[in-house]
C-alpha cells in the first residue's frame, strides 16, 4: 500500500535517518487541516532494533499538540521484512487503530488494521505494555470468564510509579484473598526485587491460576515466553515474592 504523500515522505526519512533501529510515531488528521501532522516518537523499547514502542508521557503530549488523537502509528523495520509481527500486532490491537508500516530495503508499506488478533496464552514473546504479565492476566480473563481486566499504561520499572496494579484491581471492585484460600481463576501479585530495582516491595508481576488444585500458573517473566508452570505457595521459587496486601497475596473479581 501507499500512504498520502506526506505520510510517505516523513515515514521514509525518519527511517533512514536512523538506520540501526526501529524508529516510530504517530499520525494525526486534525479536522479541518489538509495535511496531516506527522510527529516523531522516541523509540523507548528494550530492543530497538527489533523493537518499538513508545511512551505514555510523549504520546500524552505529542495528543495536546496535535489537538486530537491520533488516526494510526508508524514504525519502521531496518532489518527485516514488510510483514508485521506478533509484537507488531500486538501494539496495534492494544492501541486500536491501524499501524503502518515502513520496510527500509525493500523501501516498501504495509499497513495492518486491528481485527482482534489474539495470541496464544502460552509461547507470547515479551514486550512492556502489550505482552506481558498482565496482558497474559487480562487475555485469560476475556478468553475464560468474559471479564475486562484494566489496563493501565506501563513499562520498565512502571512499579516505581506507585502500585499500579493494586490501584487499578481495587478500582475495578476486585477483592484481595487471604492467604491460601485461592482458587481457579484468582491472580496472584508478586513483588520481585531483582538487583535491587524494587526496594518499597511494590507489586510488579502478576499470575493467574489456571487450575483447580491451584497447582498451576500462567505468567510471562520479561526475558521469556509466557507459560503454564507448577505453582506451590510453599515450595514455588516464587513464594518468597508473593505480594502481601495486607497480608493477602492474591485477588478476585467481583462476583458478576
Not at 46 to 74: F, L, N, Q, S
Not at 165 to 179: D, H, I, K, N, S
Not at 195 to 212: E, K
Request: net charge negative; with cysteine; proline share 9%.
Amino acid at each position: 500500500m501507499t500512504p498520502a504523500t506526506d505520510i510517505a515522505e516523513a515515514t521514509r526519512a525518519h527511517a533512514r535517518e536512523f538506520p540501526a533501529q526501529e524508529v516510530c510515531g504517530l499520525i494525526f488528521a486534525p479536522e479541518g487541516q489538509r495535511q496531516n501532522i506527522v510527529r516523531r516518537c522516541t523509540n523507548v523499547a528494550a530492543a530497538p532494533r527489533h523493537d518499538w514502542a513508545i511512551d505514555t508521557d510523549e504520546w500524552e503530549r505529542a495528543e495536546k499538540e496535535a489537538g486530537c488523537t491520533p488516526v494510526m502509528t508508524y514504525h519502521s523495520h531496518p532489518f527485516t521484512g514488510s510483514d508485521f509481527t506478533d509484537v507488531d500486532k500486538a501494539w496495534a490491537e492494544s492501541i486500536g487503530i491501524p499501524a503502518l508500516l515502513y520496510c527500509v530495503g525493500k523501501d516498501e508499506f504495509n499497513l495492518y488494521e486491528p481485527s482482534g488478533y489474539e495470541l496464544p496464552l502460552e509461547g507470547r514473546p515479551f514486550a512492556w505494555g502489550v505482552l506481558d504479565c498482565w496482558a497474559d492476566a487480562r487475555a485469560w480473563y476475556k478468553i475464560n470468564q468474559n471479564r475486562e481486566l484494566p489496563n493501565p499504561p506501563r513499562g520498565p520499572a512502571f512499579w516505581k510509579h506507585g502500585d499500579i496494579f493494586v490501584r487499578e484491581l481495587t478500582g475495578a471492585g476486585w477483592q484481595p484473598v487471604p492467604f491460601g484460600e485461592w482458587k481457579k481463576g484468582d491472580l496472584l501479585l508478586f513483588a520481585i526485587n531483582n538487583q535491587g530495582q524494587n526496594p518499597d516491595s511494590v507489586a510488579n508481576h502478576c499470575a493467574v491460576i489456571v487450575d483447580d488444585e491451584c497447582s498451576l500458573i500462567l505468567h510471562h517473566v520479561e526475558g521469556r515466553r509466557s507459560r503454564v508452570e507448577p505453582f506451590n505457595s510453599h515450595r514455588s521459587p516464587w513464594f518468597p515474592h508473593l505480594y502481601r496486601y495486607p497480608s493477602q497475596s492474591a485477588w478476585r473479581p467481583p462476583e458478576k
